[in-house]
């Protein structure tokens, strides 16, 4: 999942890039442009698509300089929302993997994201986890 959004925001950063010469960009400024909102609706139905049955919302959107995606699971992981708060917090190595996401949005865009949050939510928008480095 980190890494499709890591690619995601590529793609976003590399279409608003040729669209915005001279002017000082932010992640923000990125993200609420046209081509920016263009490119989040249909990283976002892909990753529906992609993941149906797991979550059932995505959103990825920028503060300034800083990344936020969040990530919605499908009703019926509610039942598990106990085991998911143990469990997403060793699922991986966050520090290594978002400053890789860091390092490829600086990469393609020349603009490094001052943090990243990664937070996760049951259906019904109680927070099961979050982190940002």
Do not use: H
Request: one cysteine or more; hydrophobic letters at 35%; proline letters at 2%.
């Amino acid at each position: 999942m980190k890494k499709f959004s890591a690619k995601v925001l590529v793609l976003v950063m590399a279409t608003v890039l040729f669209c915005s010469c001279g002017k000082v960009l932010t992640l923000e400024t990125v993200f609420n442009s046209a081509a920016g909102q263009k490119q989040i609706e249909e990283t976002k139905a892909s990753m529906m698509e992609s993941f149906a049955g797991y979550y059932s919302d995505f959103d990825m959107y920028a503060e300034g300089n800083n990344l936020i995606y969040k990530y919605y699971f499908a009703p019926e992981m509610d039942e598990m929302a106990d085991t998911l708060k143990e469990t997403l917090p060793t699922s991986a190595d966050w520090e290594s993997e978002i400053e890789k996401v860091k390092d490829d949005v600086e990469s393609s865009s020349k603009i490094r994201p001052e943090s990243i949050t990664y937070a996760y939510y049951t259906s019904e928008g109680e927070e099961i986890f979050s982190v940002t480095k």
